[in-house]
């Protein structure tokens, strides 16, 4: 099989498409035939060494397939099923070994590039609104990057759940797509968002902040919040936040400040299975739309990781094999 590479920590040059040995399914496991596979954010702070790595490896780890084998003791897959999944490790590949446990069916009605781009996104949203915090029918949101895979998410779901939402973008291209997703206001960066939000909330703030942005926006996201509110940060598309002093969050108004990660909101395997039961139902029922923005070929994963680097992006990215 041909495969991404991340030779060495670095910029999106240390991806390198290569021939690999074909895996092979070990007992509970499964062999997919990819389809296509999803670009995230952890992605690149992974190749970077952002996040702890050991090159020479694949990266990613969200794609959609086929079963193509199936390992010893493996009885809820058949082959030519199809199956997404969001944490299995060495996705940049044509062939994929994923765990039984954690492949998800998928329905004929959701496409192979929506399917293989939906989970991470997806499912992080999910926690972000029930389980990183928890906002009640009526309160109100910020959503940075509002026009981002999870942001348009986000803000769906949020609104479903009868949330008012407000969101940041950074074009008139991404301000349509967020007021399309369901935002009641949509507003650009700058110095004095944060009195704009405080504005558009009567001076008392959001509820909750969601800062997937990190270094460029954390400043705002903790003065647009509210007395007794929560700032969840969830990302660092922008940059690390600097070390902050807990001692700030009493003068701000006794905020909370969180900084989850998906991994521990789907480990245990019952939490795991109902997010996503829940989550794929909504994308087939027409709950959430997902927004693919691009489509490239596996090879050109280092094309892939430029363009959402840049924060130039649309919704999600698909890495078609």
Same mark, same amino acid.
């Given at each position: 099989?041909?495969?991404?590479?991340?030779?060495?920590?670095?910029?999106?040059?240390?991806?390198?498409?290569?021939?690999?040995? @074909?895996?092979?399914?070990?007992? #509970?496991?499964? +062999?997919?035939? &990819?389809?296509?596979?999803?670009?995230?954010?952890?992605?690149?702070?992974?190749?970077?060494?952002?996040?702890?790595?050991?090159?020479?490896?694949?990266?990613?780890?969200?794609? %959609?397939?086929?079963?193509?084998?199936?390992?010893?003791?493996?009885?809820?897959?058949?082959?030519?099923?199809?199956?997404?999944?969001?944490?299995?490790?060495?996705?940049?590949?044509?062939?994929?070994?994923?765990?039984?446990?954690?492949?998800?069916?998928?329905?004929?009605?959701?496409?192979?590039?929506? %399917?293989?781009?939906?989970?991470?996104?997806?499912?992080?949203?999910?926690?972000?609104? @029930?389980?990183?915090? !928890?906002?009640?029918?009526?309160?109100?949101?910020?959503?940075?990057?509002?026009?981002?895979?999870?942001?348009?998410? +986000?803000?769906? &779901?949020? *609104?479903?759940?009868?949330?008012?939402?407000?969101?940041?973008?950074?074009?008139?291209? /991404?301000?349509?797509?967020?007021?399309?997703? $369901?935002?009641? !206001?949509?507003?650009?960066?700058?110095?004095?968002?944060?009195?704009?939000?405080?504005?558009?909330?009567?001076?008392?703030?959001? =509820?909750?902040?969601?800062?997937?942005? #990190?270094?460029?926006?954390?400043?705002?996201?903790?003065?647009?919040?509210?007395?007794?509110?929560?700032?969840?940060?969830? $990302?660092?598309?922008?940059?690390?936040?600097?070390?902050?002093?807990?001692?700030?969050?009493?003068?701000?108004?006794?905020?909370?400040?969180?900084?989850?990660? &998906?991994?521990?909101?789907?480990? =245990?395997?019952?939490?795991? @299975?109902?997010?996503? /039961?829940?989550?794929?139902?909504?994308?087939?029922?027409?709950? *959430?739309?997902?927004?693919? $923005?691009?489509?490239?070929?596996?090879?050109?994963?280092? @094309?892939?990781?430029?363009?959402?680097?840049?924060?130039?992006?649309? #919704?999600?990215?698909?890495?078609?094999?």
């Amino acid at each position: 099989m041909h495969a991404i590479v991340v030779t060495e920590h670095g910029g999106p040059d240390v991806l390198e498409w290569r021939e690999q040995p @074909d895996p092979r399914p070990g007992p #509970g496991q499964v +062999l997919v035939d &990819l389809r296509a596979a999803g670009v995230n954010f952890i992605d690149t702070y992974l190749r970077r060494g952002l996040y702890p790595s050991n090159p020479p490896y694949i990266p990613g780890s969200e794609g %959609a397939g086929t079963v193509a084998a199936l390992g010893d003791g493996v009885t809820e897959l058949a082959v030519g099923d199809r199956v997404a999944w969001c944490d299995s490790p060495a996705s940049y590949a044509e062939l994929v070994v994923v765990d039984a446990a954690r492949a998800v069916r998928i329905p004929d009605s959701i496409s192979d590039d929506v %399917a293989a781009t939906m989970l991470v996104q997806g499912l992080t949203a999910d926690y972000l609104l @029930d389980g990183a915090a !928890h906002p009640r029918r009526g309160d109100t949101v910020l959503v940075h990057a509002g026009a981002g895979g999870v942001g348009l998410i +986000l803000t769906q &779901l949020a *609104v479903a759940a009868g949330l008012t939402v407000i969101t940041t973008v950074s074009s008139d291209e /991404k301000a349509a797509l967020s007021r399309e997703a $369901g935002a009641a !206001h949509v507003l650009r960066y700058g110095p004095d968002l944060a009195a704009r939000v405080r504005d558009l909330t009567d001076g008392r703030g959001v =509820d909750v902040a969601y800062d997937g942005v #990190g270094a460029d926006t954390f400043e705002a996201s903790l003065a647009a919040t509210a007395i007794r509110g929560t700032v969840v940060l969830f $990302g660092a598309a922008s940059g690390p936040v600097p070390p902050f002093d807990l001692q700030r969050l009493n003068a701000a108004g006794s905020l909370s400040v969180t900084r989850p990660t &998906l991994a521990h909101f789907i480990a =245990d395997q019952a939490e795991f @299975d109902e997010r996503a /039961k829940r989550f794929v139902a909504a994308v087939a029922d027409g709950t *959430v739309t997902i927004r693919v $923005g691009a489509r490239l070929p596996l090879r050109d994963a280092a @094309d892939a990781h430029r363009a959402l680097e840049s924060r130039g992006t649309t #919704g999600s990215i698909a890495l078609i094999a």
